[in-house]
């Protein structure tokens, strides 16, 4: 969700009236109606933000910084309507899939290539190795 966020990678937003905003360090004077492209892959993966972006790590969303800047669901009045059920979806079915069975692949997700349709999913078809989990495996 956070290097290959499974939809977007982009968020567009309208500004209702004109504002300034602070970007890299310069006010930026915006008029109404300004269309804004936010790509959310690159800040997913901008060290600024997430140190050592290629590392996987459930520890980062400890840290108050990384946890408000990863928006897989966008954010605002306008994120995503269904990001509570896509949750306890994915976690239910990773659950079950991860509890019975062993995935291996030798890719590395950070640099595997991936596209965006609707949905984020690899260019090439991945090779996975898939094994039965047995009782005693390390978890
Ligand atoms: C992994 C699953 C999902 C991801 C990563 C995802 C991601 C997103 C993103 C990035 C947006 C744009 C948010 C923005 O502009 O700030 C969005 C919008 C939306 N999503 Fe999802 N979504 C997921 C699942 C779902 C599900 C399960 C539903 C419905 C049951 C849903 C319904 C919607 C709707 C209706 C919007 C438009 C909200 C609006 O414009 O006000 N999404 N989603």
New binding site residues.
């Given amino acids: 969700?956070r290097l290959k966020?499974?939809?977007?990678p982009m968020?567009?937003r309208t500004a209702v009236k004109e504002d300034e905003i602070l970007m890299n360090g310069q006010i930026l004077r915006v008029d109404a109606g300004t269309h804004f492209i936010l790509n959310?892959r690159d800040f997913h993966v901008d060290e600024e933000y997430f140190p050592s972006p290629a590392d996987v790590s459930l520890e980062r969303y400890n840290d108050p910084k990384q946890k408000q800047y990863f928006q897989?669901?966008?954010?605002?009045p306008?994120?995503?309507?269904?990001?509570h059920?896509?949750m306890l979806?994915?976690k239910a079915i990773l659950f079950q899939v991860l509890q019975n069975l062993d995935f291996r692949t030798k890719s590395d997700l950070f640099t595997l290539e991936t596209r965006w349709d609707i949905a984020n999913h690899p260019v090439k078809p991945d090779r996975f190795q898939v094994r039965r989990r047995t009782e005693g495996d390390p978890s």
Avoid: T, W, Y
Avoid at 78 to 83: A, E, R
């Fill in positions: 969700m966020p499974a939809v977007g968020i567009l959310i897989p669901f966008g954010s605002g306008k994120s995503c309507v269904g990001q059920f896509a979806e994915m």
